[in-house]
Each structure stands twice: as structure tokens, then as C-alpha cells.
């Protein structure tokens, strides 16, 4: 079904046939982009995820203070808190001055928070893979369209990220909240500032800032795969234009 009359020993495509081309070209382009923009993502967050940044950050919201620790304890306590969520395993029982940092419930959140982390890491690791089987798939002539699909994967984010920065600078507090119920159950995200050493040790002026600063990282990296696309895409279309234009002329004398 499908195919219809011949026309100079050839099956024409017919109309159903274009369409459905048409849609699984979409539905490639779209892997590419969705897969460039989790890449660019997953590629930023972790250089965010060390004991540099994440000093200096505490330093800016005054951790110390509200943690009652000195410096060397806080930053023991934050490594430690640092290799269990990215190295594990994630055990987050760490202790200061005999005492536990964390009690059961923030711990929970911890382990909760490597899981979303882990999830986002596969899940784009699986379209990348994805996007790269279809680029294989396409071969040479499809080259150049994959490479669009890049471009506007990676302008779609700036897009996005513009315009969650932009709402986030008038409502980030309402923006934290949202993120945190989509991911985590209700009642396990919400701490006492007063009591529970978790949002000392990671004051809201931490993560407001952090957030700013990986938004303005994904940015000018996401500019540089746009850029980068855009270059390569055109350098294709122009190897291609010489070729079609022969094969354009032939089909012409032919009628």
C-alpha cells in the first residue's frame, strides 16, 4: 500500500507516502534538537557539582554563619555531602563534632535528589545515543539537515533558558517550588531554616545565584553549538548546490 503507478520503470511516491516521510523527518529533526539541548544541559550541571564552586557560593550566602561551623567543618561536611551524591554510595551520614549533620529526612532528600539527577543523565544519555543512530542512519545527504536539527536544538534552549531567567529574576521563589513539586514528593523538600543544617549549608541566595550562573554557562555554550551547527550546515548545503544543479539540468533537456 503506497506506492503508486509506475512512471519510467520507477514506483512514484504518492501523496500518503510524502506525508509520512515528511513526519518521520520532523520527528528525526526534533530527536536531534531535544538530544542537543539534554547535551548541553548535561554537560554543564556537573561543572557546577565541585568543592570550588560550591565554597565560593557558600561563602556568598554565609553558610558559616548559619550553620555555626568552622570553615574547615563546613567544608568537610559539604565534600562529603558532594561525593555521596555524585560518586555514592548515597549514604549522606556525615558527622561533625560527633554529631550527625543530617537528620533521616534530609538525608531522604538527598537520596532523592541523586535520583533526579541520575534519571535526567540517562535519560539524556539514551536520546544522544538516539540522535547519533539517526544521524548514522541519514548518511552523508542527510548531513546538513542534521546539523540544522543541532542549531535549532541548541537555540531552542537559549530560547527557553532566556525565558525561565527572565522569570525567575521576578519569581524565583515561586519557580523553586514548582520544580521541587514536579520532582519530589510533596512535604520531603521543606526544611527549617532555624533547625536543619541541609538549607544551611545550601542557603536560597546559594542556589538563586547558582542557578543564574548555570543558565548564563548554558547560554554561551549552547551559542557556541548554534554557531558551530550553522557553519557546518552551510558548508554542506553549498558542497550539495553544485551537485543538484547538473542533475536539475539533465532532468530539464530530458522533457
Known sequence: MGAGPHVGGRIATTGYDARVDRLGTRLADTLIA???????????????????????????????????????????ATDAILVDLVVGPPDFDIDVAGAPVLNERERSHMRDVRGVFFGFFVVSMVLVIAAIAVVIRRGHDGRAASWIAV?????????????????????????????????????????????????????????????????????????????????????????????????????????
Open 34 to 76: 531535544l538530544a542537543t539541548a539534554l547535551a548541553i544541559l548535561a554537560l554543564v550541571v556537573p561543572l557546577f557539582l565541585n568543592p570550588v564552586w560550591v565554597g565560593f557560593e557558600q561563602g556568598r550566602s554565609e553558610a558559616a554563619a548559619w550553620t555555626g561551623f568552622s570553615d574547615a567543618d563546613l567544608r568537610m
Open 151 to 255: 542549531r535549532n536544538g541548541a537555540g531552542g534552549l537559549i530560547v527557553g533558558l532566556l525565558l525561565v531567567g527572565g522569570i525567575a529574576l521576578i519569581a524565583f521563589d515561586q519557580l523553586f517550588e514548582i520544580f521541587h513539586q514536579v520532582f519530589f514528593a510533596g512535604g520531603s523538600y521543606t526544611f527549617d531554616p532555624a533547625t536543619e543544617r541541609l538549607v544551611q549549608l545550601f542557603p536560597f541566595q546559594f542556589w538563586q545565584e547558582t542557578s543564574i550562573a548555570l543558565g548564563i554557562v548554558a547560554i554561551v555554550v549552547a551559542i557556541g553549538v548554534a554557531v558551530v551547527a550553522q557553519g557546518r550546515a552551510d558548508r554542506l548545503l553549498r558542497h550539495l548546490a553544485p551537485a543538484a544543479a547538473p542533475a536539475t539540468s539533465a532532468g530539464e533537456a530530458a522533457r
